[in-house]
């Protein structure tokens, strides 16, 4: 069980597994995978693509969830994301910051709470600030109107690698104390990190919030573009 997995890597680093949050990662499964979700009382869900987390929601509504954005996202679809999504964790530019801040103005949606996404593995695949970047970014997001900077979101590279991973959510740790410290208006409150195949490393290495989709809901049966 994912919870016992969950309470045993949190205990072996003097945590406890409460303050630990769960986002159920829907995308690739069906509607149905929303309504799982909140009939095991899960309180947020995360979708990868705005179309499709669009047509879920077209399908069963909000259904009294916290619908977290996840994926790349374009600047295109900042309009439908902030229309959307309670939070956006995946703000991977200065550009697409300013675009939300815009877009949360003009349909007049008063806060949208946002992670900034890290890369510090360099993977050329991924999106995210480079590292230190972040902390050279976030004073100017901090600022922008409508946005609230409640943390950072990282993914790892794919690997059973254990020292990779704990070097890779190590160092996002480092860039999240330094930006809690040094950037005013950044709230240190949130650390995404934690998969299916390495949430117990990232709960070891002080995540406070996991992102599963495998390990909850099995294999995705629709292929997705990431
Ligand atoms: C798909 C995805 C996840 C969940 O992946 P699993 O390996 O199925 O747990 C988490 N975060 C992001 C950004 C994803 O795209």
């Known amino acids: 069980m994912v919870q016992e997995r969950l309470e045993r890597a949190a205990r072996q680093v003097g945590r406890s597994a409460s303050h630990i949050e769960i986002v159920a990662v829907t995308k690739g499964h069906p509607s149905a995978a929303l309504r799982e979700v909140a ?8 979708e990868n693509r705005v179309a499709e987390a669009q047509e879920k929601f077209l399908e069963v509504g909000r259904l009294g969830l916290r619908w977290h954005m996840i994926g790349h996202l374009q600047r295109n679809k900042a309009r439908s994301a902030v229309r959307l999504f309670d939070v956006v964790e995946s703000v991977a ?13 003009r349909v007049d949606r008063e806060e949208l709470e946002v992670l900034l996404e890290v890369n510090v593995s360099g993977e050329a695949t991924k999106g995210g600030f480079a590292g230190e970047e ?5 004073p100017e997001i901090v600022v922008l109107p409508r946005l609230r900077v409640v943390g950072l979101m990282t993914m790892a590279p ?14 996002t ?7 809690g410290r040094e950037v005013p208006g950044f709230e240190a409150r949130v650390l995404s990190m934690g998969m299916s195949n390495d949430f117990e490393i990232a709960v070891q290495e002080g995540s406070t919030r996991l992102r599963l989709g495998t390990v909850l809901f099995g294999e995705r049966p629709r292929l997705i573009a990431s």
Not at 39 to 46: R, W
Not at 161 to 171: M, Q, Y
Not at 173 to 178: K, Q, T, V
Request: net charge negative; with cysteine.
């Open 93 to 105: 530019s200065l550009r697409l910051a300013r675009k939300l801040a815009v877009e949360a103005e």
């Open 158 to 171: 794919f690997t059973s690698d254990v020292e990779v991973l704990r070097t890779v959510f190590g160092r």
């Open 134 to 138: 972040v902390v050279e970014a976030a």
């Open 173 to 179: 740790r480092e860039l999240f104390d330094r930006c």
């Open 39 to 46: 009939e095991a009382g899960l309180p947020i869900v995360g």
